[in-house]
């Protein structure tokens, strides 16, 4: 019997936040941390998912369809379902997950999970694999429909495509990607700094701003803020309009700008963009809270060349980027900093560029 192995990463968004949607830019790299599923076929009518994070484990018919399976199993049960609905007939059999993508993190452990699941299953199924975009399409499918979670392409992309010592420049209009170098030499060190902040329902945040980016984009007479001109947003009387649709045009060019910053390894003004694409997020599209703020402030003060809130907003992570010695400052004194404002005690992590998702 064969026994499929597939190895799948998380990711974080170096630059880019809201931009998806938009189909503007983004620039993505994969984390060396990352989830592995193991799949053994064993001609039964459904997929047994155990998972070495979870408790319980999770029984998925073959002919699942949404609502059928809940809790953790639903990322699992969503792959199967977008694979059956693009006639990628998966066989039964007990998969086994294991991880060390902190959940929640907004490393996107769940891009991982899916990504993982997506790559094992179509390698055992009969026919050929679909290509990466499309892979990550599907994932994007499964954790929409199946899940109900309203996510864009960036995290399966990264997961599915981003290569070692780079970013991934993503054109969400094209999805052309282009494969950026971002080794950040000896000298530089990129952490993560997740808030740990209470769990934030941001949801309908989310879907506030999609929705007045798309009212925004209507009232210029675009399809998408990706095609407005720098100066756009001045023509949109509506203050909030104005101010999201600045958020999106000049974050567009802060992500074409840092990736010709990493190319020539210039990080101090690669830095100098994140700090910019804070204060946008912060000012403009009203995402951050006052402990991400804080957070980004402190990693500044104790020395780092950039820091920015990445993800989605409304909690999650920042990254920063420091030389080794801020670095070392930060991940020494940056959580009694934050602790002392009376918030939640960060969690800081170095990171580094990943590779993508592949068999194992
Ligand atoms: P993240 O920012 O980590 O992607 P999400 O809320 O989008 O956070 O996804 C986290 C959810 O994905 C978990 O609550 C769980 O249901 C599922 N998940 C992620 N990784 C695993 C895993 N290794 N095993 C089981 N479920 C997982
Ligand atoms: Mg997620």
Redesign the pocket.
């Known amino acids: 019997m064969t026994v499929i192995g597939a190895f799948a990463p998380g990711r974080v968004n170096l630059i880019g936040e809201h931009t998806d949607y938009n189909l503007g830019f983004a620039l993505p790299i994969a984390l060396e941390l990352g ?1 592995t599923v193991t799949f053994t076929p064993d001609g039964s009518a459904a997929i047994t998912a155990v ?1 070495d ?2 408790t319980a484990s999770s029984v998925i018919p073959l002919t699942t369809a949404p609502g059928g399976v809940t ?2 199993g639903a ?1 699992v049960a969503g792959c199967v379902w977008v694979l059956g609905e693009a006639g990628i007939a998966v066989p039964g059999g007990r998969l086994e ?3 060390d ?13 899916e990504c993982a699941v997506l790559l094992a299953l179509t390698s055992a199924a009969d026919g050929p694999v679909p290509d990466r975009i499309a892979l990550a399409k599907l994932a994007q499918r499964a954790e929409n429909h199946y899940v109900g ?1 309203p996510t864009g392409l960036l ?1 399966q992309l990264a997961s599915l495509c981003a290569e070692p010592d780079a970013a991934l420049l993503v054109d969400f209009q094209s999805l052309d990607l282009t494969t950026v170098p971002a080794d950040f030499g000896d000298c530089y060190r990129l952490l993560v700094i997740d808030s740990r902040a209470p769990h934030r329902h941001a949801d309908g945040e989310y879907a506030a701003r999609r929705s007045v980016c798309a009212a925004a984009a209507a009232e210029l007479g675009l399809d998408s803020l990706r095609d407005a001109a720098p100066d756009d947003w001045r023509r949109l009387v509506d203050p909030v309009q104005a101010a999201r649709a600045r958020h999106v045009i000049t974050e567009n060019a802060r992500v074409v700008d840092a990736a010709d910053a990493l190319r020539a390894s210039d990080y101090a003004r690669f830095g100098a963009l994140m700090n910019a694409s804070h204060i946008s997020m912060r000012d403009d599209f009203a995402i951050t809270t006052d402990q991400i703020d804080l957070i980004a402030c402190t990693a500044a003060a104790m020395g780092a060349i950039g820091a920015r809130m990445t993800g989605g907003g409304f909690g999650g992570s920042v990254i920063a980027l420091a030389s080794a010695e801020a670095a070392e400052r930060i991940i020494a004194d940056l959580p009694t900093a934050v602790v002392d404002a009376r918030f939640n005690e960060p969690t800081v992590r170095a990171v580094r560029p990943g590779a993508g998702a592949h068999l194992l």
């Open positions: 989830t998972s994070s979870e809790g953790w990322y997950v294991s991880s993508v902190p959940v929640g993190a907004g490393l996107s452990s769940s891009a991982a999970l979670a995290d």
